[in-house]
């Protein structure tokens, strides 16, 4: 009964690659995220999409880019992947913006 | 800016002595402050969320206060299983969440 899932849990690639991340929550949430959380600690948030519009977009690189197919799904793909991009990943939903998050339990993601 | 700081990094506790956490925050316009723990391996979990100056919520062991300036999380008689990170997080305006790096709490038996 995993309410945010993502996959997968480890990710190990080389640079220049293209990847992709996936994300499912089974909670009837409106609104999903991608955050960042680097070597130090921060979250930092990427993007989030309700209804399938996207409706925060950080600074981010062109290289990443989310794809949601239905409400309960947000994807993350990573195109020439850099080794500044190793970081851990979490997806996360919220039942509308702004109310608690409920977070994945997050994707380590290496760049060789 | 919009800044979220939270000390101390890492706090070292026996069992049974209890302490604070502090998030202080420059927000123009807040609209909420959470309270996130977050184990190793793991994302983080929801605690608490404040929305005004003099609130207060608790839940066992734990208390979060919320003043104009900043939030205490209060531990009392902590126990080794409540050693985690706790976040502190703070909704801008824009709905946007943004978090400070985090209290390392480890409390020894």
């Known amino acids: 009964d995993t309410a945010v899932s993502q996959t997968p849990k480890y990710l190990v690639t080389q640079m220049g690659n293209d990847k992709s991340i996936k994300c499912e929550q089974n909670l009837g949430h409106d609104t999903m995220y991608w955050y960042k959380q680097d070597s130090k600690k921060f979250l930092k948030i990427m993007f989030s999409y309700n209804n399938k519009e996207l409706i925060i977009n950080e600074t981010v690189p062109n290289r990443f880019s989310p794809k949601s197919p239905d409400k309960a799904h947000l994807n993350l793909h990573i195109n020439s992947l850099e080794l500044g991009d190793s970081a851990v990943y979490f997806c996360?939903?919220?039942?509308?913006?702004?109310?608690?998050?409920?977070f994945g339990n997050g994707t380590r993601l290496t760049v060789t | 800016e919009d800044q979220v700081t939270q000390s101390p990094e890492a706090l070292r506790l026996q069992e049974g002595e209890s302490s604070s956490l502090n998030c202080s925050y420059t927000v123009s316009g807040l609209r909420g402050l959470f309270w996130y723990r977050q184990d190793p391996g793991k994302g983080p979990e929801f605690l608490f969320t404040?929305?005004?100056a003099g609130e207060e919520k608790e839940k066992e062991r734990l208390k979060a206060t919320l003043t104009k300036k900043e939030s205490f999380l209060h531990i009392t008689a902590p126990k080794p299983e409540d050693s985690a990170t706790y976040l502190c997080a703070v909704q801008v305006p824009t709905n946007d969440m943004r978090f400070g790096a985090g209290t390392r709490l480890t409390v020894k038996p």
């Open positions: 996360a939903s919220s039942q509308v913006q702004g109310s608690p998050l409920h």
């Open positions: 404040l929305y005004s």
